[in-house]
Structure formats: C-alpha cells, structure tokens
C-alpha cells in the first residue's frame, strides 16, 4: 500500500494508523480531552531530514550571496580603479593635447616668420639683380657705344690716310 517513500501509491486509498488513530480521538468515546498525537519515528527522522536539508540549503544559499556580494564589492572597486584611471588617462591627454597644440603653434608661427623672410629675402635680391642688370646693360651700350666711336673714328682716319689714286 506504501512505497519506499512512505507515501501511498496513487488511486490507492490513505488510510493508515494515523488517520484511524485521529479519527478515534475526536471521538467522544475517549472523553472530552483527546491524548497527544506523536507521530511515528520514521516521519519524525524524515522532518528532521528534511529540516537538515532545508538549513544545509539556506546555509549554502546565504554562503553564495555572500561570495556573489564580494565579488560584486570587488569588481565594483574593480571598475572604480578603471574609471579612475580612465579618468586619469583623460585628464593627462588632455594636457599633452593642449601642450602639443601651444607647441605646434609656436612652430607654425616661427615657420611662417622665417618664410616671411624669405620671402622678403627672395624680393630684396630680385630687386638687386634687377638694378645689377640694369647697370650691366647701361655698362655694355656705354661700351658698345664706345666701340662703334673707336670704329668710326678708326675709319674715317683709314680714308683719311689712303692714297687719292686708291679712293
């Protein structure tokens, strides 16, 4: 009628000592105060299993909390020292941007001055190849001049001095 478990197999009926010993107590026969119920061993030996059993998961239960909550405090300290560094990180690029773009501008400023220079530099000896050009040229028709007068001059004295038979 009972399995291994102590519990009645199904479409079996349930009635056992117990229920038969209930039934008899609250029977008037007994008298006004029925006597106290105690269960069998084997039922008070499985409440005490399952009792031991039920503690033994609560304490595992409350165990992986606690391991879950310090491995929760820890990551969470974890994180802060990332985001404080991420932070830290930041704030430095920051200044090494800042410092790397003053530089950069002090560059470009001290590049452009020196192609100012240059420039003007560039101009001032165009200007001075110019005149020096100018000069040369006026030197050379000066010559030229000078040249084509000796060779005037050098002609008319050559048909001066020539024999009339010649001319």
Known sequence: MWDHNNTPRFGEPTFSLVTTMLVTVD???????????RPPRKVNNQINLIQKGTQDYISSCEMEARQLQEKFEAESRNVDLVEKEAHDFLENAKAALQETTVRSEEEVQMCAYKLLALIDSVSK???????????????????????????????????GTLPQSEV
């Open 125 to 159: 000896y165009k200007e001075f190849t110019a005149s020096k050009i100018s000069q040369m040229k006026d030197v050379v028709s000066e010559t030229a001049a000078a040249i084509a007068q000796v060779h005037n001059d050098s002609l008319a004295s050559s048909i």
């Open 27 to 37: 029977t008037p026969l007994f008298g006004s105060k029925p006597p106290l119920y």
